[in-house]
């Protein structure tokens, strides 16, 4: 068994064995998991690097699949102003979120599920819309327009998941 996969499977055993998702809370409320809708980090409002986009304004669709431990492709370039659909799969036998942001907003969230992991929580909440949490076998999508040019990552923050691997390279361009 691969060193990424053992990570993986610990951080699932420390989110109880029921597979349900390590939890996530934060001053911005709760909303439903992505089963329920689909939902993100940053309650919807715009960051540094752009803001949720609308599904009228999508100039292109990118597939991603989350796999047991990384993402295919684990490489994407985008321009600045296009609206990206990130059709997101889980194609792995347990959960994963998939999470766009600069590395100090990974960072921040690896930190909060961490904390959520350890309080012991049951269930793992996004908010806004630059991320999407799948159960095994889930669709989801998150819909983002880019406004900056710069180097931005999409990566699993579920505890053990971006330390076993599970992360990508998201280039925006002028």
């Known amino acids: 068994m691969r060193h990424g996969t053992l990570i993986a499977l610990a951080a699932l055993l420390s989110c109880g064995l029921s597979g349900a998702a390590c939890a996530h809370e934060d001053d911005m409320g709760d909303m439903d ?5 689909g939902d993100a980090h940053h309650n919807g409002h715009a960051t540094a690097f752009g803001h949720p ?13 989350m ?6 492709p684990d490489r994407v ?6 609206t990206i659909r990130f059709a997101v799969t889980n194609a792995s036998g347990i959960e994963h979120d998939f999470t766009l942001g600069d590395s ?3 960072a ?5 599920m961490a904390k959520a992991a350890e309080s012991g929580k049951a269930h793992h909440h996004h908010h806004g819309g630059n991320a ?16 900056k040019p710069g180097s931005l ?3 699993c923050n579920i505890p053990g998941h971006f330390e076993a691997g599970m992360k990508g390279t998201l280039t925006v361009t002028p």
Do not use: C, M, Y
């Open 33 to 37: 998991h992505a089963e329920h809708g």
């Open 53 to 65: 986009g609308k599904a009228a304004e999508v100039s292109r669709t990118i597939a991603v699949t």
């Open 67 to 72: 796999n047991d431990i990384s993402f295919t």
């Open 77 to 82: 370039t985008v321009k600045v102003g296009e």
């Open 104 to 106: 100090a907003t990974q």
């Open 108 to 112: 921040r969230h690896r930190e909060e």
């Open 132 to 147: 999407v949490l799948l159960a095994p076998g889930g669709k989801g999508e998150v819909i983002w327009t880019f406004t």
């Open 153 to 155: 990552e999409f990566d």
